[in-house]
């Protein structure tokens, strides 16, 4: 595994609450650019050293599976983003890397349920699998034997009209495990930039 990251608090704080959690699924909100990947990707690096698991990630589009694999190999973990079904992962990864609507296509579903059972998942934007029903459904059955469940968004919400997979509910209301807003990330410096609007002419 690669060196140790000096994280930012935010991911420190959230880090350690995922690591003291014994839920199987944990939902951390944070704000875009904050940093989420290398938050989800830390944690990855401390659940496979002790579970000694596959890591398997869940983004929302192809071009995301390749920014998701360089991010984890500067971190010591090397993922495939080329995986497709009917195919065996290599001895020489960690994991793979896939998408939502891979998941939902054909026998992708049932075959990531073996290759998933006991290992660690990150599902980046996990809103995307309430986007459409069969989404939801099929990374449900993909994942439900996962040994930890990591589901990021950069996007916060409450209700939804179907229930999104590994997410906690209470009162039909999404709960996160940890949230970090851009309000927070401003105070914090360095993490986002403030919002400006220029007055080109006009009265505002």
């Known amino acids: 595994m690669a ?6 608090p935010w991911q420190r704080a959230a880090f350690d609450r995922f690591t003291a959690s014994d839920r199987p699924s944990f939902l951390a909100v944070a704000t875009p650019g904050a940093g989420k990947t290398t938050f989800a990707l830390t ?22 599976k390749y920014q998701w694999t360089q991010a984890a190999h500067r971190l010591g973990l090397e993922l495939d983003p080329d ?8 001895r020489d990864v960690h994991g793979l890397v896939t998408t939502y609507q891979q998941v939902a296509t054909g026998e992708a579903a049932q075959q990531l349920s073996g290759l998933a ?17 069969a989404w939801g459904d099929a ?13 990021l968004s950069g996007t916060p ?32 410096g360095g993490v986002v930039r403030p919002v400006y609007f220029p007055r080109i002419d006009g009265v505002m």
């Open 3 to 8: 060196a140790s990251l000096r994280l930012r």
């Open 43 to 64: 944690c990855a690096r401390q659940v496979l050293a002790d579970l000694r698991c596959r890591l398997v990630v869940v983004a929302p589009t192809s071009h995301l």
């Open 83 to 90: 995986w497709a079904p009917g195919q065996g992962l290599a």
């Open 117 to 133: 059972a006991g290992a660690m998942v990150i599902l980046d934007e996990i809103h995307h699998a309430g986007a459409e029903r």
């Open 139 to 151: 990374v449900r059955v993909a994942f439900s034997s996962s040994a930890r469940r990591l589901c």
């Open 157 to 188: 919400f409450r209700s939804d009209t179907a229930a999104i997979p590994f997410v906690h509910y209470e009162d039909d209301e999404a709960v996160a495990d940890f949230e970090y807003g851009y309000t927070e990330a401003l105070r914090d």
